[in-house]
């Protein structure tokens, strides 16, 4: 494994999933059949594992993902893996979009390493490009389960917060400099006490662990949550910018956002392949409101890109890395 020397401004990353490659679909199916044991699974999406790396290394990304090669969804994959929860009925979440609704039957604990295997191999073949460890966060996990066994929410988001700070230690343990906390769910709820309750949940994931904290919200009404989530115990708030046409802007301002921050760039709704000029005058905006420099930028995708085909998926990361490379030289900084 090479060394790769980041860039010390506009960084680019990715949320995290990427296009399902056929051999993983195909063993995400056969696995829920009961036809391949769990190793034998995780052997055959390797190969979609490299395809994802070799992509983003192909458009450039700084730190990069696994693809989330193995996720049949980004909830039912961790609970199936923590003891506590059986899988239930399928539930529509928006437009075409099903998922298993998970139930919570018992005490919530902690099983084994979950997606720590995948983070390893990516980063095996990642050509030292750091790889970002992704999980989904406790709110999320709580907001989309049944709940038959506790009687407190909180009780059953901080089993869940327990259970996930396992996993996190022991990838920070194995060398994990960047660890992500996804929380689509948040800004869904967006009111104050929601908010307050996820904080103390990511205090029990997070406090103390050696490595940069990321949390990662996207879409819903972010703004009306911002003062509530500032002082969250992370160091990046990873944020969907360009499917609101950048409503989010003004709010930083007025809130006077300082830490870095994961800036969507390009609409994973969208087939349209955005210019690199788009993106760098996305970036003005930001830059206009005189809150950060570029050092605490990161240009990435709105939310993962799963959903969009692999060649739109690669054509919107190629522009977002020749638009920081523009903006490097443009401000004075070593690509």
Not at 12 to 34: C, D, H, L, M, W
Not at 118 to 137: M, N
Not at 194 to 204: D, F, N, P, R, V
Not at 270 to 284: C, G, M, P
Request: aromatic share 12%; hydrophobic share 40%.
């Amino acid at each position: 494994m090479s060394n790769y020397t980041l860039p010390k401004a506009f960084i680019t990353t990715v949320v995290g999933s990427y296009p399902k490659f056929p051999e993983a679909q195909e063993a995400i199916e056969k696995r829920k059949r009961g036809l391949i044991s769990e190793e034998e699974f995780r052997k055959i999406c390797r190969s979609a594992i490299r395809k994802v790396v070799e992509d983003y290394i192909t458009a450039g990304v700084d730190i990069i993902s696994d693809g989330e090669q193995t996720r049949e969804d980004m909830v039912v994959f961790f609970v199936e893996r923590m003891r506590g929860y059986e899988i239930g009925d399928w539930v529509r979440i928006f437009d075409n979009v099903y998922f298993r609704k998970p139930i919570v039957v018992s005490k919530i604990e902690y099983v084994g390493p979950m997606i720590i295997e995948d983070w390893e191999y990516a980063r095996s073949v990642s050509d030292g490009r750091p790889v970002k460890f992704i999980i989904t966060g406790p709110y999320t996990i709580l907001d989309w389960s049944f709940n038959l066994y506790y009687r407190d929410r909180r009780e059953l988001i901080f089993d869940i917060a327990r259970a996930l700070r396992r996993e996190i230690e022991e990838a920070v343990k194995r060398g994990a400099k960047y660890v992500q906390v996804d929380e689509p769910a948040l800004s869904t709820r967006p009111v104050r006490e929601e908010a307050e309750l996820l904080k103390e949940a990511l205090e029990i994931m997070l406090k103390g662990l050696d490595c940069k904290k990321i949390v990662h919200i996207c879409f819903g009404r972010i703004e009306r949550i911002l003062p509530y989530i500032l002082d969250y115990p992370v160091d990046q708030f990873d944020l969907e910018f360009k499917n609101s046409n950048f409503r989010l802007l003004p709010y930083l301002k007025e809130y006077s956002y300082n830490k870095e921050l994961g800036y969507g760039v390009v609409d994973v709704h969208s087939l349209k392949v955005e210019t690199v000029e788009e993106i760098k005058d996305a970036v003005y905006r930001l830059l206009k409101l005189d809150i950060i420099g570029p050092e605490k930028i990161y240009l990435d995708p709105d939310c993962g890109l799963k959903r969009l085909p692999r060649e739109i998926a690669l054509e919107k990361l190629k522009n977002i890395v020749k638009a920081a490379r523009e903006l490097r030289r443009e401000y004075g900084y070593e690509s």
